[in-house]
């Protein structure tokens, strides 16, 4: 996911490597086109249907919180997310991390919204925003994020309410 435009106050030794994180994370919360020569099931036009509430229960296998970057004195987290999907073909990501370097702990949110579409097991998200896109592994009441950087994969697992 694109990073939203929540304003952030971010010390500047580490705004940079934070701001490619939180983008890296929150991509696991959001965003990808439906682009697919198989027939997409519309929003709401099945009866099992991805709608629905969810929030993040593990990152990597592990519950929240779950840090994301820790280097020394550094620590980057997740702490929550909730992921809402909607019958008119909506969705919107709320997610919230935590930084902590000595003497200084700031707590981001990054929330973003845009459409999906559901293609057998696969739900197609497009930003609102900007038009990127993610994709998620629907199955037994669970979305699945498996979002790599190129060098590491983080699977992010949202679990309805």
């Known amino acids: 996911m694109r990073e939203s435009r929540t304003k952030r106050v971010v010390p500047q030794r580490t705004s940079g490597w934070a701001r490619t994180l939180a983008c890296a994370a929150a991509l696991a ?4 086109s439906a682009c697919s020569s198989d027939s997409p099931t519309g929003p709401g036009s099945s009866s099992s249907t991805p709608v629905g509430n969810y ?27 909730t992921l809402s999907i909607t019958s008119d073909g909506k969705y919107s990501v709320v997610t919230t991390f935590r930084q902590t370097i000595p003497g200084n702990v700031q707590l981001f949110v990054d929330s973003t ?40 994969t983080t699977t992010y697992v949202y679990s309805r309410k």
Not at 66 to 81: F, K, P, Q
């Open 55 to 81: 929030t993040i229960t593990t990152v990597n296998g592990k519950s929240l919180p779950v840090a994301l970057a820790a280097d020394g004195n550094y620590l980057y987290e997740v702490t929550v997310g």
């Open 29 to 32: 919360a959001v965003t990808l």
């Open 113 to 152: 919204g845009g459409s999906w579409v559901l293609n057998g097991t696969t739900i197609n998200l497009t930003n609102g925003q900007d038009g990127s896109a993610d994709q998620a592994t629907w199955a037994n009441k669970q979305l699945t994020f498996a979002e790599s950087d190129g060098t590491t």
